[in-house]
């Protein structure tokens, strides 16, 4: 998909997902997360696709 950004661009979204997802991943650890995988990859899969917007659908 062509979204008209620029390489830097490009890698600061990238460097805020990936920054995004290693804090969860930490978050989820200290407070006990079941690690069904499943479930995190859907959840992690929703918040990239549609954003904030996913827990309110």
Known sequence: MEL???EEQT???FL???GGLAELQK???RNGFD???KAMAKT???MLSHGLMS???
């Open 4 to 6: 008209g950004l620029s």
């Open 11 to 13: 890698r600061w979204i």
């Open 16 to 18: 805020l997902m990936i």
């Open 27 to 29: 978050e989820w650890r």
């Open 35 to 37: 690690w069904d995988v």
């Open 44 to 46: 992690i899969g929703q």
């Open 55 to 57: 827990f309110f659908t």
